[in-house]
T-cell receptor
């Protein structure tokens, strides 16, 4: 019954590598989001998208980019990974309007060494 | 801009007892939604309960209920008959209407421990 799938649960990458985090949802949701979660800081919004090929910056977009070529897939890209990007990354999706909240993926714990 | 504050970084409760997690928010809007999410060690964020601001009646889902005080901008979560499986991070969240105002804004979370 998985509805939002993140491709990797754990990932270890080297500094300077280009990193792709993939997220796929099967609920035909318009909106998709990428958050990073750090202890004591809660969830911080990196990027979001309301439609295919559309993207908007969140609160902490620096060092990240995104791609949404298909409605069901939203990719987070770290162009040149750095150690301060070591974190838990959560993908979520939602309907555009209404009070149904978000459906989250299981998260990817990324370590940059 | 809207903000959500959870003033209790950690809480502890004895199994079978009741615990209340606090949440306050700041908004100038009159219509919005409020949510509580649970994140167990498995990391999957799960929606626990939600409240529409226009509804005066407090939402209830089995052992989980809220105390929604719109004028005070307070939205606390009460867990009755606490179980070991309730141990998790709990996040309070606010969602406005439409556009970027419809993005969820999260508090920093409260870590709940349940003692057997």
């Amino acid at each position: 019954d998985v509805k939002v799938t993140q491709s990797s649960r754990y990932l270890v990458k080297r500094t300077g590598e280009k990193v792709f985090l993939e997220c796929v949802q099967d609920m035909d949701h318009e909106n998709m989001f990428w958050y990073r979660q750090d202890p004591g800081l809660g969830l911080r919004l990196i990027y979001f998208s309301y439609d295919v090929k559309m993207k908007e910056k969140g609160d902490i977009p620096e060092g990240y980019s995104v791609s949404r070529e298909k409605k069901e897939r939203f990719s987070l890209i770290l162009e040149s990974a750095s150690t301060n990007q070591t974190s838990m990354y959560l993908c979520a999706s939602s309907l555009h309007l209404g009070g149904n909240g978000y459906t989250f993926g299981s998260g990817t714990r990324l370590t940059v060494v | 801009a809207q903000t959500v504050t959870q003033s209790q970084p950690e809480m502890s409760v004895q199994e079978a007892e009741t615990v209340t997690l606090s949440c306050t928010y700041d908004t100038s809007e009159s219509d919005y939604y409020l949510f509580w999410y649970k994140q167990p060690p498995s990391r999957q964020m799960i929606l626990v309960i939600r409240q529409e601001a226009y509804k005066q009646q407090n939402a209830t889902e089995n052992r989980f209920s809220v105390n929604f005080q719109k004028a005070a901008k307070s939205f606390s979560l009460k867990i009755s008959d606490s179980q070991l499986g309730d141990a998790a991070m709990y996040f309070c969240a606010y969602r406005g209407y439409g556009g970027s105002q419809g993005n969820l804004i999260f508090g920093k979370g409260t870590k709940l421990s349940v003692k057997p």
